[in-house]
């Protein structure tokens, strides 16, 4: 056998890889644009129904230092919100974040008054199971907090609103006992987890780009 035919089955598949790679590369390339416009009508949707008085959206740009400094404590944000009203006054900051949950991504964005109260909360876990994990899926505000108490309100909707009880900049802790304690929703643990660990990362990110600001205007 010569050696053109013992290295053509190399070449070939050689050949096939890089083809092969080419193709996902610029599948991935036409699809990206799609994607991430499909990202930010959802993350502007979150906001719409956490911010009903919301009219301009403006992003917060964290330095790479500042990246750095989250990561270090577990608190990078996906993404930092500064909301403001019709007359242009700053009415809020939403940060959101995320966490692993049990059978994917959990995504949490937590809405900050400017005193650090939370005023809303609103979750993505669109890959949770079916009817147990998914139940942390949706959206509680200080405005619908009246509806929820007056009517029955499901197992998503009474986990998320304990959330809006804790006090201003204060980290959620699992269990019950104490002010601060979030009970988990029955049979979804490691989504309601999920949730937890990523609230407490928006919030030690919110306290860390305020003390940043003041540190700066000082």
């Known amino acids: 056998m010569s050696a053109v035919k013992r290295i053509l089955p190399a070449v070939k598949l050689i050949v ?3 083809v092969c ?3 996902l590369s610029a599948t991935y390339e036409l699809t990206r644009g799609r994607i991430e416009k499909q ?6 949707e979150r906001l719409g129904v956490l911010f009903t008085e919301g009219v301009r959206f403006e992003e917060y740009e964290l330095d790479r230092e500042s990246s750095a400094a989250l990561r270090e404590i577990d608190a990078e944000p996906d ?3 500064r909301v403001y009203d019709a007359s242009d006054t700053l009415i809020g900051t939403a940060v959101t974040t995320t966490a692993q ?3 994917g991504e959990i995504i949490v964005t937590a809405a900050f008054a400017e005193d650090g109260k939370i005023i809303g909360i609103s979750v993505s876990a669109t890959g949770e199971t ?3 994990g998914d139940k942390v899926n949706g959206a509680v505000t200080a405005l619908s907090l009246d509806e929820l108490i007056n009517n029955d309100a499901s197992d998503g909707e009474r986990f998320l609103a304990q959330f809006l009880s804790l006090s201003p ?3 959620a802790s699992i269990g019950k006992g104490a002010d601060q304690n979030v009970d988990v929703i ?3 643990t490691v989504s309601s987890k999920a949730t937890i660990k990523a609230f407490n990362q928006a919030v030690k990110a919110y306290i860390f780009i305020n003390d940043k600001g003041a540190a700066e205007n000082e």
């Open 21 to 23: 790679t080419l193709l």
């Open 186 to 188: 029955s049979r979804a």
């Open 79 to 81: 993404s930092v919100t």
């Open 169 to 171: 900049l204060t980290e």
């Open 39 to 44: 990202s930010l009508e959802a993350q502007r």
């Open 130 to 132: 079916p009817n147990v």
């Open 16 to 18: 096939i890889c890089v």
């Open 101 to 103: 949950g049990y059978g």
